[in-house]
């Protein structure tokens, strides 16, 4: 089966820095999507990446390791507004969008 | 950006009516829209793929006849809950590319949240 695993939650200080890892196994891969999703709001793109490596987009990062079925998200200088659930999504063979089930990360002053 | 509206952003209905639900690509054209469920503390579920022009793609274990889609124009898709009870209660989302490349992000509507009394 398809499956993707990432922490329930994660604590980290306002102005540290955290990681927030994803792992996967899909039938394909077409690359991999983070969003964040504010306590009832809809989720946004933050980004995507189909090549291993890091991309950097501002205070976030996110890495690929294809081999290893492994991706994180890192987030720099952390900010009270940073809190929020982060999805990791795998595009699969198909191009259908396989969801993990977020890691709610709480900032703490 | 590309914008994706969803209305109503709240709703709460008696049992055994139905509720509408609006998706609309503001800026862009979507052939395909998606719809997903979510409940509290929960990841997005795929309910159903909608296509415009032509009949909407159900997952697995979701019902047609419960939820009926209808993708009318390259713009709009519309979610209907009928006959809701009050385990149709959850947050609704919609979303769409604004690209035709499968790769490219979705872009979600604000989500409905779905009360039923």
């Known amino acids: 089966g398809q499956n993707i695993d990432q922490p329930t939650e994660m604590t980290a200080t306002e102005g540290a820095i955290v990681q927030i890892n994803c792992t996967y196994q899909?039938?394909?891969?077409?690359?991999l999507f983070w969003y964040q999703q504010h306590a009832g709001e809809a989720p946004t793109f933050l980004s995507y990446?189909?090549l291993d490596g890091l991309e950097e987009k501002g205070r976030f990062s996110s890495f690929l390791s294809r081999s290893k079925g492994y991706s994180y998200l890192l987030l720099k200088e952390l900010q009270m507004k940073d809190s929020a659930s982060y999805l990791c999504?795998?595009?699969?063979?198909?191009?259908?969008?396989?969801w993990g089930a977020g890691t709610k990360l709480i900032i703490k002053p | 950006g590309a914008v994706v509206s969803q209305h109503p952003s709240r709703v709460i209905c008696k049992s055994g009516t139905s509720v509408k639900i609006e998706c609309r690509s503001l800026?862009?054209?979507?052939?395909?829209m998606f719809w997903y469920r979510q409940f509290p503390k929960k990841s997005l579920m795929l309910m159903a793929t909608?296509?415009?022009?032509?009949?909407?793609?159900?997952e697995q274990g979701v019902e047609k006849d419960k939820f009926l889609i209808n993708h009318a124009s390259l713009t709009l898709s519309t979610l209907t809950v009928t006959s809701a009870h009050p385990e149709d209660s959850s947050f609704y989302i919609c979303?769409?590319?604004?690209?035709?490349?499968?790769?490219?992000?979705?872009?979600f509507g604000n989500g409905t949240r779905l009360t039923v009394t």
């Open positions: 979303s769409a590319r604004s690209l035709t490349v499968d790769t490219s992000p979705l872009h």
């Open positions: 800026d862009f054209q979507a052939t395909t």
């Open positions: 909608s296509n415009e022009g032509s009949k909407a793609t159900y």
């Open positions: 899909t039938s394909g891969f077409n690359g």
């Open positions: 990446n189909v």
């Open positions: 999504a795998v595009s699969d063979s198909n191009y259908q969008l396989i």
